[in-house]
């Protein structure tokens, strides 16, 4: 049986060492026809890299006041009228012979009829169709426009940001999420027995989007600078945490998620899953779970592996906590260099891209060291970093 061995980084598929890389004093092994899946080998590196008028619905336009009468020609409009009193001549004269005083009481009265046409015409006509479909259109453009400036001057403030992080580039913007989600499925040669009941496992999002994804493992180092400049540059990532490491300093992470990154499980405590009996995995991934819903309020649907190594029953473990979904990676970044698992050693659309929280202590930097190589990778081969969550 081929058995990587605990804390081991070799990529075992089919039961055949793909490739092996010794990091972080992890050993390899292993015998033909084991079910290990998953793991930080299958990696290349590739070195350093640096009017005043109603109107009707049926285009009406106005009344008139004359001879004493006024029409409202507003169609759905009763017609309004000045009756000529054809009472006695004493109340005719009464009205235009009163002077100054009389003359004003027809003022009034014209007055009157005027507002109650307009009335008429702009309420109960309204404007008609064209021009509401006039002013929808102005306003959709003013919203366009809107949105427009506003991503203009997102981009401003991000320019601003990679010249104070000292990225040599500014990051691309990701477009928007997609309206439809693309469909997944576990990527050959890292299926499980009756895979199709289980939580699928993958290394790429399918799209044709020029997207990668960012994630973090573990939570062993908690740079205060690394949170500063993610939120100033605006790059989504989703981070994967394991309680033993992170417990220390909750509210770190919770600084994280209150700017929009997803906690995602990554067992309790970093142990080598085909290693433990489903109970144990059980134990390590439902316990993780409950951890993260009772410190950050919400459980986890992603979880991924230690080692990126799994069997059938840590699959089953996952699904029975409440895992949706099963994500590894298809590159790794680390300070100094990007690792890849295909064989061209290039990023391909809806890659994902494994880092650690780490530091001076295990690499030769820090964790914003680790983002200016990553991110300049990632520009210069003309790709933008997307939030994983939008396309799951």
């Not at 409009?77 to 009472?87: D, F, I, S």
């Not at 507002?115 to 919203?143: F, I």
């Not at 489903?278 to 993780?288: A, F, P, S």
Request: proline residues 6%; charged residues 25%.
């Amino acid at each position: 049986m081929l058995a990587a061995q605990p804390g081991g980084d070799g990529q075992l598929l089919g039961g055949v060492v793909v490739a092996e890389r010794v990091e972080e004093g992890a050993a390899l092994g292993g015998e033909e026809g084991g079910e290990v899946f998953g793991g930080h080998g299958s990696i290349v590196g590739d070195g350093p890299a640096p009017a005043g008028v109603g109107q009707s619905k049926e285009g009406g336009t106005a009344f008139a006041v004359s001879s004493g009468e006024s029409v409202c020609r507003v169609p759905g409009c009763a017609a309004m009228q000045l009756v000529r009193q054809k009472g006695n001549k004493s109340q005719q004269g009464h009205r235009y012979a009163a002077g100054p005083r009389g003359r004003f009481g027809v003022a009034v009265a014209a007055l009157l009829v005027a507002a109650l046409g307009t009335a008429c015409g702009s309420g109960d006509a309204g404007p008609d169709k064209a021009a509401k479909e006039k002013a929808a259109k102005a306003a959709g453009a003013a919203g366009a426009l809107g949105a427009a400036e506003k991503a203009k001057a997102a981009q401003q403030a991000r320019v601003v940001a990679a010249k104070k992080w000292g990225l040599r580039k500014t990051p691309l913007a990701a477009p928007p999420a997609p309206k439809e989600k693309p469909h997944i499925t576990t990527r050959d040669g890292f299926e499980v027995e009756d895979q199709e009941e289980y939580p699928n496992v993958f290394t790429t999002i399918p799209t044709e989007d020029k997207v990668v994804f960012l994630t973090i493992d573990d939570g062993s180092e908690k740079d205060p600078e690394f949170l500063k400049m993610m939120q100033e540059l605006k790059i989504p990532y989703t981070a994967f945490l394991s309680d033993y490491v992170v417990r220390d300093n909750y509210p770190y992470f919770k600084q994280m998620q209150a700017a929009g990154v997803t906690l995602n499980n990554h067992t309790l405590n970093h142990r080598y899953m085909p290693g433990l009996s489903y109970e144990q995995q059980r134990e390590e991934i439902c316990g993780q779970q409950d951890t993260i819903q009772k410190q950050f309020g919400k459980r986890p649907t992603l979880f991924r592996p230690p080692y990126g190594n799994y069997n059938q029953d840590t699959l089953r473990a996952a699904k029975s906590c409440g895992i949706k979904a099963v994500p590894l990676w298809n590159a790794e970044a680390f300070t100094n260099r990007m690792d890849y698992r295909e064989w061209d050693r290039d990023l391909h659309p809806g890659d994902i891209i494994l880092t650690h929280f780490r530091g001076k202590e295990d690499w030769k930097g820090t964790m914003p060291d680790m983002i200016r190589h990553v991110m300049k990778t990632v520009t210069d081969k003309g790709y933008a970093v997307a939030r994983l969550e939008d396309y799951l």
